[in-house]
């Protein structure tokens, strides 16, 4: 036995000398031999044989008759008559052969012969030999369910310390076919984590084991993983339409164990882009506009602990803050020698009070702008000069001091004024001194997302 693994490790030097040694493509042969009984015939040694999984060795004792050219070695696989030379060893002085070409679990049958020229001697002893299974893989293998987009695979290390590394494969129920999706170096390795994968599907995994001579083991056990699935969706959105420069956004609160917070989209179209505008903890948020009559669409969606999102296309909401009320409409105007009196409809039941804009022009470039409240629905204008045009117009204004739009404009030409001197103040209204800015209101800006925006509990 020693002596045959000293010829082993000289194997690889004596085969470069063989003119047809294993390798090459077998040939099939028929049974009209040209056989030369004085030929000496093929004895394999006591230990002659050795057999693995994807190889299998002999060695035969020396042939010294001068008469031999070399060795041929003929195989036929399992229970087949078909026999083929697989090598021709071409020099006499050779005493080992290995052929590689084999496959696990396989019966193969070999014959041996000497040969000279064209002739060969009788056969060998028939070797009728079985190749070693394949190498088992891992003898346990243990799949977590329920992560977020991953799977986390356990093993036990393979106890074959010819294993050089783990093959993981992979297949979703909807291939038909085992991908490899990784490699784990290392007898000892135990673990792999796949990432990437859709959530609430299905996956099944095997792992293969490597030897380092490159011998690929069998599949192990399958074993099935099911990704967790997104957060349930949040229902009962709502915004609201009647508030003065502002939307409130309510919800229904999550109940869902693994909750971590909400996050609110906002869009000026309902098929438009959505912005992320808070992360909350809380079921509602006050979305501050800063202006009258505007419309927003609202998309809320939930986060859990392992990031995962939520969808949030089902359920959108509409929500607008409160628009200006309608402006008034002016029902009769007239200037009677002393005085300019107005009247007006109130068109908006929000109407409470009433702004009366006054534009005296006494010159291309001279004009005064004034403006007086009143709580009627009419005005009369006392102070009012010869040789002026005066124009007006009236604004509705609501309880919240929402301004409407102007009424349509009027103008009166006072040429001049009748009877005694008149009075510096109105009988019907109370001047307020404003700028232009007093029909403006004063814009708010949402707080980044970052900022203001993230309400805590």
Known sequence: MKRFYLSILLISSILLSFSGCNGSIPTPVGQNYKVDEKLPVVVLTKNGIIVDMTEIAFEWKPITDLNVEGIKIYRSKGDSNATYL??????????????LDVQPDTKYTYVLRTYRDD???????????????????VSWIYARN????????????HSDKSVKSYIIERKSIEEKEWQEIGK????????YIDEGLKDKHTYKYRVRVKTFEGILSTPSEIVTVVTKPLPPEITGLHATTNLPKKIYITWNKSNYKDFERYYLYRSKRKEGDYELIAKLYNNRFTDNIGKDGATYFYKVSQKDIDGLESKKDRYVAMGMTLPKPDAPTLS?????????HLQWFKVDPRSVSYIVERHAKTGWFDVKKERFTTKKREFTDTNITPNTRYSYRVYAVDKFGIISEPSKEVSIEVKELR???????????????TTKKSLQTPKTEVAPVDDLNVESE
Do not use: C
């Open 184 to 191: 784990r170096r290392g007898r000892l390795q135990a673990e």
């Open 419 to 433: 009877g005694m001197a008149l009075p510096k103040t109105n009988s019907a209204a109370k001047e307020i001194k």
């Open 86 to 99: 697989i090598a021709t060893l071409s020099n006499r002085y050779a005493t080992h052969f290995v052929d």
């Open 119 to 137: 002739v060969v001697s009788a056969k060998s002893k028939k070797i009728v030999v079985y190749s070693k299974p394949p190498l088992p893989s």
């Open 146 to 157: 329920g992560l977020p987009r991953m799977a986390k695979l356990l093993w036990r290390p």
């Open 332 to 340: 009769e105007t007239k200037f009677d020698g002393r005085a300019i």
